[in-house]
C-alpha cells in the first residue's frame, strides 16, 4: 500500500475506537464531529477540522440504523460542503440488507432505497460480510465504489488461539458460507445443521453427521447474531448429541430483545463478535482489516 497523505478520518458517535484504530495504522488524522440533539430531538453536527481538499472517511456503526442515518447523511454532506476532495464511508455493519425482495404485497424492499441514499452522499463505502443472499454482490444496488472485506482472517485467527480442537459447525444452511471460509484459513473440520420441515409452520434442525468429532470443542459459527433462537437451538442439539458445550461465534452482534438470555439459557460456553458492533461480546479486532480497505481507497487515483 502507498503513503497515505491529504485524508482525515472522522468518528460518528459509537465509532471513535474503531476510527482511532484504523487513523493510528495509516498514520493520518483523526477528526472531531461534535454531535449532540437539541431539546426536540434533532440532531447538530459541527466539525473542528478542516477538510479542505482531504479524503474525509466518516466511520460509523450503523447498527439501529434509524437512529444514526440522519446524523450520518448531515455530516457526509458537511464534509463535503467544506470542500472535501472525496468522502468515504466505513460502516463495518451495513444495514437493511435483509429485506431483498417482496415476500408480501406492499412491502418496501428497503435494501433499495438505502443504497441509493448512501450511494447520492459518499464517494466509496467498505463493510464487513454484508448479508448478500438474493444479491450477487453490492454492486447490484450500490453505483459508487464499494470494498466488502471478509471477518473470515480475523475470525480464523482468534478461534485456533482460543479454542482447544475446534469443530465449527453452522446453525442453518445460510451460514455455510462463513463456517466454511473460517475453516479453510486454519484448515479446520466443519460441519452445518440443516433445516427439517415437518409443515408449513413447523421447521426443525437437524444435527449434522459428526462421526469421529465428538470429541472437539464445537463453535458455532454465524455472520449476523440478532434473535438467538437457531443457534440457541443448535447448541441444545449438540449438547444432547454428547458434545461439549459450544461457543457461538459471530461477525455482526446485534442482540436483539432477550437474545442474551436465549442464547445464555441454551448452555453454551460463551458467545463472542468481532467489534463491527459495540457489544460487550466484541472481542474480535476488525480495525487493521478495514485500515487495509480505507488505505487501498485512499491511495487510489480520484
Known amino acids: ?31 472531531t464531529l461534535a454531535w449532540r440533539r437539541f431539546p426536540d430531538g434533532e440532531s447538530y453536527i459541527r466539525l473542528h477540522d478542516d477538510p ?10 450503523l447498527d439501529h440504523p434509524d437512529d444514526k442515518f440522519a446524523s450520518l447523511l448531515f455530516a457526509a454532506d458537511l464534509v463535503r460542503e467544506l470542500g472535501a476532495r472525496r468522502v468515504g464511508l466505513v460502516c463495518p455493519y451495513l444495514p437493511y440488507m435483509r429485506q431483498d425482495m417482496r415476500f408480501s404485497p406492499g412491502e418496501a424492499v428497503t435494501s433499495r432505497p438505502f443504497a441509493r441514499w448512501l450511494s447520492a452522499e459518499f464517494d466509496w463505502l467498505v463493510t464487513v460480510d ?31 488461539a482460543q479454542v482447544d480442537d475446534p469443530v465449527l459447525i453452522g446453525p442453518d444452511g445460510e451460514s455455510e458460507q462463513w463456517v466454511s471460509a473460517v475453516a479453510v484459513r486454519r484448515e479446520l473440520p466443519w460441519r452445518v445443521f440443516t433445516k427439517k420441515r415437518h409443515g408449513d409452520r413447523d421447521v426443525t434442525l437437524q444435527l449434522p453427521d459428526l ?27 449438540l449438547i444432547e448429541a454428547g ?13 436483539g430483545e ?17 467489534n463491527s458492533v459495540a457489544a460487550p461480546e466484541a472481542v474480535i479486532d476488525l480495525a487493521p482489516l478495514l485500515a487495509d480497505a480505507v488505505g487501498d481507497f485512499l491511495t487510489s487515483d480520484p
Request: net charge negative; charged share 20%.
Open 258 to 274: 432477550h437474545a442474551r438470555e436465549i442464547l445464555k439459557s441454551s448452555g453454551l460456553a460463551g458467545i463472542v463478535c468481532t
Open 52 to 61: 479542505q481538499g482531504r479524503d474525509a472517511v466518516i466511520v460509523a456503526r
Open 211 to 237: 462421526n469421529g468429532l465428538t470429541g472437539h470443542t464445537p463453535v458455532l459459527v454465524d455472520d449476523i447474531i440478532s434473535s438467538g433462537t437457531t443457534m440457541a437451538e443448535a447448541a441444545r442439539h
Open 243 to 255: 458434545l461439549r458445550s459450544p461457543l457461538a461465534v459471530g461477525v455482526h452482534g446485534l442482540f
Open 130 to 160: 454484508p448479508h448478500l443472499h438474493r444479491y450477487a454482490s453490492l454492486d447490484e444496488i450500490y453505483s459508487i465504489a464499494t470494498r466488502v472485506v471478509e471477518a473470515a482472517p480475523a475470525l480464523a485467527d482468534w478461534i485456533a
Open 1 to 31: 500500500m502507498s503513503e497515505v497523505k491529504g485524508a482525515l478520518i472522522l468518528p460518528l458517535p459509537g465509532g471513535g475506537d474503531l476510527a482511532e484504530s484504523i487513523a493510528q495504522r495509516l498514520d493520518v488524522p483523526l477528526g
